[in-house]
């Protein structure tokens, strides 16, 4: 899989993209990530990527010429993405669909915004990390390239399962525990010693539900369809 990341700001990724599973997924081959600095097509000698916003107001713009200059320059775009804290909340499903994709392309936003004409002309979906504003678009960038790198097919080892994961089917994980069996007084649950696989199963799923009702009942929610209650107001 091909990652495009269209940004002002290339240095921002390097520390993140060479670190443990993203370096190792980048080393065999599972992805290639491919960083475009937006400033090497900005306008003029100055290479200018900004302006102000036509009908006044404070901030900056990104202009659309630069984006549209680093986009057509690409030899395949894919599915194209902005980031932006107006965008569709970017939740497992997404990852889990994004990491199906042959290349991504993704901008980072900056400054106030993005010239609207680009997201006309060029972009596929525009997603958002979560309801805050952040300085700009990279993190979430990498965020989304870190979620659905792992999810890509021999880029975890092979006895991490994305089905135990928190989120993978609605829900939470379960709680996990590794030696010592008693640790400051704190001894793992009997049943995880057992050996019945089956047990073990019946008990983490019971902990999961337990822990999801706990931290999010919006979650349990949504899983049921026709529920009214003010939880399952949000967008899926
Ligand atoms: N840019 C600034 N804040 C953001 C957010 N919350 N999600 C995505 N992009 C952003």
């Not at 649950?189 to 009702?213: C, D, F, M, Q, Y």
Request: with cysteine; charged share 25%.
């Amino acid at each position: 899989m091909l990652i495009n990341i269209i940004t002002l700001f290339p240095e921002m990724f390097t520390g993140v993209f060479e670190q443990s599973i993203l370096h190792r997924a980048r080393e065999t081959n599972k992805i290639e990530i491919h960083l475009i600095n937006l400033r090497e097509y900005g306008l003029g000698a100055h290479r200018v990527v900004d302006d102000a916003p036509f009908g006044g107001g404070g901030g900056m713009i990104l202009k659309p010429e630069p984006i549209a200059a680093a986009l057509e320059d690409l030899a395949e775009t894919g599915h194209v993405i902005i980031t932006t804290p107006r965008g569709k909340h970017f939740q497992q499903a997404d990852a889990s669909r994004l990491s199906r994709m042959d290349v991504v392309t993704i901008i980072c936003g900056h400054y106030e915004g993005i010239d609207e004409r680009v997201t006309q002309l060029f972009v596929h979906e525009e997603l958002s990390i979560g309801d805050y504003v952040l300085t700009g678009g990279e993190i979430p960038a990498m965020v989304i390239t870190d979620a659905l790198t792992r999810l890509i097919p021999g880029v975890l080892g092979k006895d991490t399962m994305e089905t135990g994961d928190s989120h993978y089917n609605g829900m939470l994980e379960h709680p996990h525990y590794t030696r010592p069996r008693e640790f400051r007084g704190i001894v793992v649950p009997e049943v995880l010693l057992s050996g019945n696989h089956e047990e073990i199963r019946a008990w983490r799923e019971s902990k999961a539900l337990e822990k999801t009702k706990t931290m999010r009942p919006d979650m349990l929610c949504k899983k049921t369809s026709g529920c009214e209650c003010r939880n399952n107001k949000d967008e899926d």
